[in-house]
């Protein structure tokens, strides 16, 4: 089984910055894809930035120049920097991933806690 766990999240104000971390633990042969999701209250969740299975990279419109994603693979660690942080940004943000894992090769999707984001005007 595998967990997802975020942290970072927190109060900032407008144009500040945060980075956000997604630690993946548990028995895993590979991981397929990973990403950033957002919930802002009354809005449905959509994707922020996510690593494809081909290694390529995908932001939303809404981020772009200003979020980074990266990982650290020995870690299984996820990272989403987030800087020129604006109101509209405030937010729930998850971690999601899609792994391969042991002992017979399933691919199974796992979404972590999520982990509030404020921005304040």
């Known amino acids: 089984q595998v967990h997802l766990v975020e942290s970072g999240g927190g109060l900032v104000q407008a144009g500040g910055s945060l980075r956000l971390s997604c630690a993946a633990s548990?028995?895993?042969?590979?991981?397929?894809?990973m990403g950033w999701y957002r919930q802002a209250p009354g809005k449905e969740r959509e994707l922020v930035a996510a690593?494809?299975?081909?290694?390529?990279?995908n932001y939303a419109d809404s981020v772009v120049g200003r979020f980074t994603i990266s990982r650290d693979n020995a870690k299984n660690t996820m990272y989403l920097q987030m800087n020129r942080l604006t109101p509209e940004d405030t937010a729930v943000y998850y971690c999601?991933?899609?792994?391969?894992?042991?002992?017979?090769?399933?691919?199974?999707?796992?979404w972590g806690q999520g982990t509030l984001v404020t921005v304040s005007s």
């Open positions: 999601n991933g899609l792994f391969k894992l042991p002992p017979m090769g399933d691919f199974v999707g796992v």
């Open positions: 548990g028995s895993i042969i590979s991981i397929a894809t």
């Open positions: 690593f494809s299975s081909g290694g390529g990279t």
